[in-house]
């Protein structure tokens, strides 16, 4: 199975690299194979190191301005020009996508695939997980989007909010 994260390529506060550690881990331990945003910094760096450790094979998906800063141990690496193409080639190659910690570079992805769930292009299970309330602003809005009509409530149900990684890995 092929696991898609979206997350930040930024070195961030210890408490989300251990949760990022952690997804790398179980993702390792499933031999599932990681497609990501390809750098080989920060959250990026942290996921694909664990998961090359522990032995499962890593994909990472770059825009070609940046292929330089692609993750060095990656098992393979595709070169898109710009982040539209990004973000449907780790779409297009995921089967189910995780959403951890991450800026407005997260949030242009998971809006991306949200736009194409509710198109019919895709029904991909997305998972959020929500370190710390970190998305609960998020949720909110979606909330109160569908509440008053501009989201429709399948659309709202398919992006599933959990607290950990664990509980991710079992909605698989």
Same mark, same amino acid.
């Given at each position: ?8 390529? =930024? ?12 997804l ?7 031999? =599932? ?23 499962a094979?890593?994909?990472?998906v ?72 970190? =998305? ?15 989201l ?21």
């Amino acid at each position: 199975m092929n696991i898609g994260v979206f997350l930040s390529q =930024y070195d961030v506060d210890g408490k989300y690299t251990t949760v990022v550690e952690t997804l790398g881990r179980l993702i390792a331990e499933h031999k =599932y194979t990681l497609i990501f945003g390809g750098g080989d910094e920060g959250l990026m760096h942290v996921l694909a190191d664990t998961v090359h450790q522990g032995g499962a094979k890593v994909v990472g998906v770059i825009r070609a301005p940046i292929q330089h800063k692609a993750y060095k141990d990656a098992d393979e690496i595709v070169v898109v020009e710009d982040a539209h193409k990004m973000n449907i080639g780790l779409i297009e190659r995921a089967d189910a996508i995780f959403v951890l910690i991450g800026g407005i570079g997260t949030l242009n992805e998971l809006t991306e695939i949200v736009r194409m769930k509710k198109n019919g292009e895709q029904n991909k299970l997305v998972v959020i997980v929500n370190t710390d309330h970190f =998305y609960d602003g998020l949720k909110q809005q979606l909330e109160r989007m569908n509440k008053e009509g501009f989201l429709r409530k399948d659309v709202m149900e398919s992006v599933l909010f959990v607290e950990t990684t664990e509980e991710a890995m079992a909605k698989l």
